[in-house]
């Protein structure tokens, strides 16, 4: 009996860590919204975050705590949360945003490869075929969909 009282008193800064730590994953989303939603100065700047209106702030919030809640709230099973969301966040970080920074590279190097010269063997091996890199973004997205799809069924 003392035992569980020993574990429990344990349980109880573990628990308010991850109280603590969920509106630290706001910070972000935060700044992320204010990008997309805030028009650009006079400069062609965005402005800094810091000087939003407190309403807007409370805005960015509600709009991130609200739907986040709702989803664990309307869930009678998080094992499926989690499901979904580890399969899409390892599918984007795995395959689909390498193959698009691959191909987003190579864009933006066309005009240097065209000046490189072939080697004697005639390989030249920093022209790459974007077959392999929409190849990978593809088999990422297919991924993205079986996973949230298995889960539910």
């Known amino acids: 009996m003392r035992l569980v009282v020993i574990f429990r008193l344990f ?33 062609g700047e965005l402005p800094e975050i810091r000087t939003i209106s407190h309403n807007r702030h409370l805005a960015y919030t509600f709009a991130l705590f609200i739907p986040s809640v709702s989803i664990v709230m309307a869930t009678g099973n998080l094992g499926v949360v989690m499901s979904v ?15 698009l920074i691959a191909l987003g590279a190579k864009s933006e190097m066309e005009p240097h490869y065209r000046t490189l010269k072939p080697l004697p ?16 973004v593809g088999f990422g997205a297919c991924s993205i969909v079986l996973g949230i799809v298995d889960p539910l069924l």
């Open 85 to 99: 969301t580890g399969n899409v966040a390892g599918s984007m970080l795995g395959y689909v945003l390498p193959g």
């Open 121 to 136: 063997w005639g390989f030249t091996p920093q022209v790459r075929d974007d077959a392999a890199q929409k190849l990978l």
């Open 11 to 43: 349980l109880g800064p573990q628990v308010g860590t991850m109280i603590l730590t969920y509106p630290i994953t706001f910070f972000v989303c935060r700044q992320v919204l204010h990008n997309f939603l805030t028009p650009f100065n006079d400069n």
